[in-house]
């Protein structure tokens, strides 16, 4: 595991923890994880794309 990748786990485990910890009622709570969950599907997604993108890119400049 890289170094970047151990980081992102880090913080990952924190704001759980924080979450978790956190004075909120457990409905709100959810909904905020919920939140955070799809922000993250979507930013995942977007980099995924982006790389995908990429990768053509390179692959038809090499073709030509």
Partial sequence: MNKGTAFGFGLLAGMLIGI?????PGEETRE???DKVMDIIDQTNDKTSEVVNKVRSKTEESAA
């Avoid at 978790?20 to 909120?24: D, E, G, K, Q, V």
């Fill in 20 to 24: 978790l910890i956190a004075p909120r």
């Fill in 32 to 34: 905020f994880i919920s």
